[in-house]
């Protein structure tokens, strides 16, 4: 049985995000009960409830297993340390998907994935050495070819992941002064995330256009959790939030003819989630009608703490 659990639903900044004053992060800063808190996107993914494995480390990431009770340390008597986390994968190398690393350095051992291009960023950065290679060992994930995931000392953890390149770019640390890179392929993935023989669930956190190898790769799957940044692409022009389109930062919309519902008409994906989501994006509120749009066609908004079994 695959068991997931959403650690954390939005993009990068967060839900409020700290510096945000638009109108969604003061109804969230507020308590307002449509506009529920969430921070950056993240997952756990287990195959037993036991032993669990991290789908990107997002800043927020200490505060995450603190509200995830299947994350909690579970000692054996005698014991005074202690972590399920036996594993993480990473779908790029943004600040949101790697920060959190820096809070797992305290000597537990667990095996990291990520492709090359990932791993290659990680390696350039003295600071992630604090995460010691000798302790968590870093290992390459292939694109299109399944790899039953295994802890540092290799036992395994009965899930199977295979990650595909999906169109994006580089991490915007990485960017020229004036140009969005497209990047080499690996530098966004998505996962497939399988347990034993069971169901496959896709995790796409970011993706920029809908292709046809994607489309038939996603073809009447148990469950896809995917990009959500932005309900339309110029939504942070118009929001005052930012100079960038949606698709100058490597994500498509959720509306409009090349959007997120239109590409997923007729797929029959059975359960279809939207993550990744942006402070700007009306879809968090719970009383907007792109909400109520999104809901009649057959999606929802991811919320920390959201649980999905196949």
């Not at 790769?217 to 932005?230: E, I, K, N, S």
């Not at 939030?241 to 519902?261: E, Q, Y």
Request: net charge negative.
């Amino acid at each position: 049985m695959l068991r997931l659990i959403v650690l954390g639903a939005a993009a990068g900044g967060g839900f409020p995000q700290w510096n945000s004053a638009g109108p969604g992060c003061l109804r969230a800063r507020a308590g307002d009960p449509a506009a529920r808190p969430r921070t950056q996107c993240s997952l756990a993914a287990s195959a037993d409830g036991e032993r669990w494995v991290l789908v990107n480390a997002a800043p927020e990431l200490t505060a995450q297993i603190a509200a995830t009770p299947a994350l909690h340390p579970r000692p054996a008597p005698g014991e005074v340390r202690h972590s399920p986390i036996a594993a993480a994968v990473l779908t790029g190398a943004e600040v949101d998907t790697v920060a959190g690393l820096l809070s797992l350095r305290e000597r537990h051992r667990f095996a990291l994935h990520a492709t090359a291009p990932s791993l290659a960023v990680l390696d350039a950065n003295p600071i992630f050495g604090a995460l010691n290679p000798a302790i968590v060992p870093r290992r390459e994930l292939p694109l299109g070819r399944p790899v039953p995931l295994a802890d540092a000392e290799g036992a395994p953890l009965g899930l199977t992941v295979e990650a595909f390149p999906v169109p994006g770019k580089v991490p915007l640390f990485m960017e020229t002064r004036d140009e969005a890179e497209p990047g080499e392929e690996g530098a966004t993935i998505g996962l497939s995330i399988r347990a034993g023989e069971g169901p496959e669930a896709f995790f796409i956190p970011g993706c920029a256009m809908m292709t046809e190898a994607l489309r038939e790769r996603l073809r009447g799957a148990a469950a896809v959790l995917f990009d959500g940044t932005l309900w339309r692409d110029d939504e942070m022009i118009r929001a005052r939030a930012g100079p960038k389109t949606g698709a100058r930062m490597g994500h498509m919309s959720i509306s409009g003819p090349d959007g997120t519902l239109a590409a997923f008409a007729g797929l029959g994906v059975r359960r279809r989630v939207l993550v990744h989501l942006n402070n700007t994006n009306p879809v968090l509120l719970a009383d907007s009608p792109e909400r109520a749009a999104v809901a009649e066609a057959g999606w929802e908004v991811a919320e920390d703490g959201m649980e999905i079994t196949l």
